[in-house]
Each structure stands twice: as C-alpha cells, then as structure tokens.
C-alpha cells in the first residue's frame, strides 16, 4: 500500500532564507508527484508537476524534483517570503487507479517578516 | 483558465438531513474525484469516476453515494447526514490517458449539527 510522509510537519523561518520540504513514498510505480499549496480553508493550488521520467521542475522560487528509486521528492523554496505561509502538501499519483492521488500530511510553513 | 468550482463554499445541515455536493469542471475532463480532509487525517478519497455514469468507491465510500450524468458535473450525496461528517469536501478532475495535472476546487465546508 503506497504511504506518502512528510516532513517536516511543520516549519518557522525568517524573511529571506531558502528552504526544502521534504516528501517520501513507498512504491515507486507511480505516474507523477504533484506539490500543492493550501491556504487555510480554502482549496488546493498546484504549485508544481513532475512526471515519473522527470527528475526535477522549476516555477520562479520553487524547485521541486524527484528520486523515484529512492522513493523521495523535495521541495526548495528560495528566498522565502511572509506570502509563502501556508501548508504544502505533496501527492503522488498511482499507476494502477485511474489518476487517484495519494496525499502526505503536508508541512506548515510560517514566513516570519 | 482551467476551473473546477463547487457549489457551496460553507454549508450548515441538521442531522438526518439529505445532503448534495456539487462540483463542475470546464475541461472536459474524465476523471473526477471527491475527497474529504480532516485535520491529523489528511486528504483521502471517498468516490471517483472515470466516465459518465461510472463510479468506484475510494477509500472511505461509507455513508456516501455520488452521481455523474453529466461528464462536467460530479455530484456528492450524503444520504442521511451525520456530525462525523463534518468536514471539508474537495473535488477534483483530470483528463484520462497520461495523467497530467490535477485540478482541485475551492472546497466546501460542511458542518452537521
């Protein structure tokens, strides 16, 4: 059964510094791992995607890649800002169902100014 | 601009009471997906459908039923509403084939008084 964690669970940093969030999972049989970012109550945003052939994805400050024999993704987060706060999740998505996503519990991320 | 709204961002219902969740998405997707989030739980998937008419029930299917006669409208159904269904309600969509980016809505709040 494919198991997604993450950590952190949660995270405080000041203005400014770089930063990686971290994600594991257990089966490497899947077609994609999707970032997302969360505000509080309100839906997700897809920050980025990397197919299961991709080893990384870059939008602006965000990088993400993916180690899917080692069975790891990370998120990095440069210069980070107070608009950055917010909870970010990580999701693979399986080869066997039909696009069903696999969430982890997310990392909290506070921005400090 | 890709979208995927929901009908209701909050909702308050009475114990007993029948309950529709509806989620509508403008990219002529085929798969669409409804999840529930609940803290320390995270995101997990209730039903999915790969087509109209079709359904497979997800992880926790128990006291739902969901509707698609529609390939843009995927609708929830509480049959008889209860308090351990309070929660947030996502939907989500994603073309079928080679699973790209999934696209989620804003949410709905459900409280069962």
């Known amino acids: 059964k494919q198991e997604v964690t993450q950590i952190p669970a949660a995270l405080s940093v000041p203005e400014g510094e770089n930063l990686v969030l971290n994600c594991s999972f257990t089966?490497?049989?899947?077609?994609?791992l999707q970032w997302f970012r969360q505000d509080p109550g309100k839906g997700l945003t897809s920050l980025l995607l990397?197919?299961?052939?991709?080893r990384e994805q870059t939008s602006g400050r965000l990088n993400a890649s993916l180690d899917k024999s080692s069975g790891r993704s990370t998120l990095y987060i440069a210069a980070s800002q107070p608009g950055d706060s917010a909870t970010y999740l990580c999701?693979?998505?399986?080869?066997?169902?039909?696009?069903?996503?696999?969430f982890g519990q997310g990392t909290e991320l506070s921005v400090k100014p | 601009d890709v979208k995927v709204t929901q009908s209701s961002r909050y909702l308050v219902k009475r114990t007993g009471e029948k309950v529709f969740l509806e989620c509508v998405q403008d990219?002529?997707?085929?798969?669409m997906f409804w999840y529930r989030q609940d803290p320390g739980l995270g995101l997990r998937l209730i039903y999915f459908?790969?087509?109209?008419?079709?359904?497979e029930k997800g992880d926790i299917p128990e006291g739902y039923s969901v509707s698609r006669e529609k390939k843009e409208r995927f609708s929830l159904i509480l049959e008889s509403a209860s308090t351990n269904q309070t929660s947030m309600y996502l939907c989500?969509?994603?073309?079928?084939?080679?699973?790209?980016?999934?696209?989620f809505g804003p949410g709905t709040r459900l409280t069962v008084l």
């Open positions: 989500a969509s994603i073309g079928s084939g080679v699973y790209n980016e999934q696209f």
């Open positions: 999701a693979v998505c399986l080869v066997s169902q039909g696009g069903k996503l696999i």
């Open positions: 459908s790969y087509d109209v008419k079709m359904k």
């Open positions: 990397i197919q299961s052939s991709q």
């Open positions: 990219m002529d997707h085929e798969n």
């Open positions: 089966d490497s049989a899947i077609y994609n």
